[in-house]
């Protein structure tokens, strides 16, 4: 039962016939609930057709033809035909109506081909711009098509038209264009149905209270239900209501009309409004807040290279961003560090050996290098390390250290013994505490041009500049090489 509802599909691309007659059932169905919804002389002041029309010509692209629209259309006239005098008025006012679906089905339509990057299904700010525009259309050609049909004149019916138009497009189509069968996935649980409560309350609410500030009291119970539930609930009970306030206040149940000015119901009213209203930007920044933090978590997981577990790229360029606010200049050295013949342990042993020997080197230079100096993985097999030393010798002496505690570590394989070793190069500087990220990325420049050269002369070797005698150490015995 439930997969012959899930997978019902009123249109189909390839069944023109049952197309043409959804259609014109959809529009002369719409027709009569819009008529029967007729509050205010001629006209509604709730209009639903357009909206539904609209959002079922936008979601489904196909139905974006001429012959469709003019079944609509012809569907629409019938049903003035049989129920009103209105004559050729008829023709003008129906068009209107054709003005408001067509635009808003080819500007959604149209969005959806051309913004791939917008979240489908709907982007709520763009369609409450197409609305806006659909509706002045609409209101423009309804407003001409109904001048004198009840003696009114343009400028009246034009805003009747319009409002009416913009308010039930934007309640109806982010509706219309979400709309599906839900599926319980998880046990309903009583306090899932909070907010919905919340919202018939605070509806409640603005009968009770009137005003119009009242009208604004269900938006904090919508921003909750928006957070706790669903896009297409949140759109169906923001229709649901939308609709309810203006048929309650159509029908005087919620009195918006106010005799004098500032009387104190309205301020009473006003301020509650006012209140909600703020209400709601609180509630959208405590959202905000948890995703920031959310973001900061992921941020701080970016900060580390997850099979070496020291800095990654990134976190090293944001510990020397944080070491700036520290106000003492300090001599650095920057070592980068490459691991000789890697590919061949990839080769002979496999990528798993490779990832697992990335992970014991890295830990073996974080050990030599300390709490205090940085490690970072820069990419593939290559490592950096920032460290304060005295002087250019010191931060040379612990390369030295680092790369002879390599040369010497046994790593172990599936009973198998490894070794490997190490190129440095080198590069240092005395840096003030603001400038740390500038001399860093100078000297990392240097330490590539001396790892390059330590690769040249051989690998297994530390390389540095000496402004007298480059200062190259020659390592006196390789070990084994793997
Ligand atoms: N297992 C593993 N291998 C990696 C990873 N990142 C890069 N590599 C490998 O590291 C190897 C680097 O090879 P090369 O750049 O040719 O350098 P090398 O073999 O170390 O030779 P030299 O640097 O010239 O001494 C490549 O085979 C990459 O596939 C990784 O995360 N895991």
Redesign the pocket.
Known sequence: MRSSLTSFKPFLPDNPLRNAVGIFVLTTLFYFIGAELRLVEALSLFWPLNGVMAGVFARYAYLNRLHYYAVSYVAMLLYDAVTTNWGIASVVINLSNMMFIVTVALLVTRDRRRGRETPDPINALRLFNFCLIAALLCALVGAMGSVGIDSQTFWPLFADWFSEQFSTGVLILPCLLTVKIPEIKHPVRVDHFMPVLALIVSVAASVVIGGAGSLAFPLPALIWCAVRYSLPATCLLTFVTGGVEIILVANSIINIAVAAPLSTPMMFSARLGIATMAICPVMVSVSVAAINSLIHQVSLRADYDF?TRVYSRSGLYEALKNEESHRHPRFLTVMLL???????I?DNYG?EC??RV?AEFAGKVQQEVGEDGLVARMG??EFAVVVNSVDARQGFELAERIREAVASHAFSWRQQTLFLTVSIGLGSARAESWQLTEVFNKLMAEADEYLYRS?KAG?NRTSARQPDDPLVAEVQKSPEQV
């Open positions: 099979l490459d691991i000789d013949y890697f590919k061949s990839n990528h490779g990832d990335l593939g097999e690769k690998r």
